[in-house]
């Protein structure tokens, strides 16, 4: 993979775990609204944030690899 590409994913990555974080604000503004349970809440906040830690750990070596702190 070459440092262009290197950079380019990163960039998607960076994309995802910004529109994960904003699934999760809307997550929970729609359980403060009583529009879904607190299991189904729970249920999903757990997927969005494996998937963000996921998204991160690939994040981390990417920046590695590109040098980056």
């Known amino acids: 993979m070459s440092g262009g590409e290197v950079g380019k994913r990163a960039k998607e990555l960076e994309r995802e775990r ?16 009583g529009e879904i349970s607190e299991d189904e809440y729970q249920e999903r906040r757990h997927s969005i944030e494996r998937a963000l ?4 750990d690939r994040l981390a070596q990417l920046r590695f690899i590109m040098g980056q702190p």
């Not at 910004?18 to 609204?33: P, T």
């Not at 830690?53 to 991160?56: K, L």
């Open 18 to 33: 910004d529109n994960l974080l904003d699934e999760l604000k809307e997550l929970g503004k729609r359980r403060e609204r």
């Open 53 to 56: 830690v996921e998204i991160m």
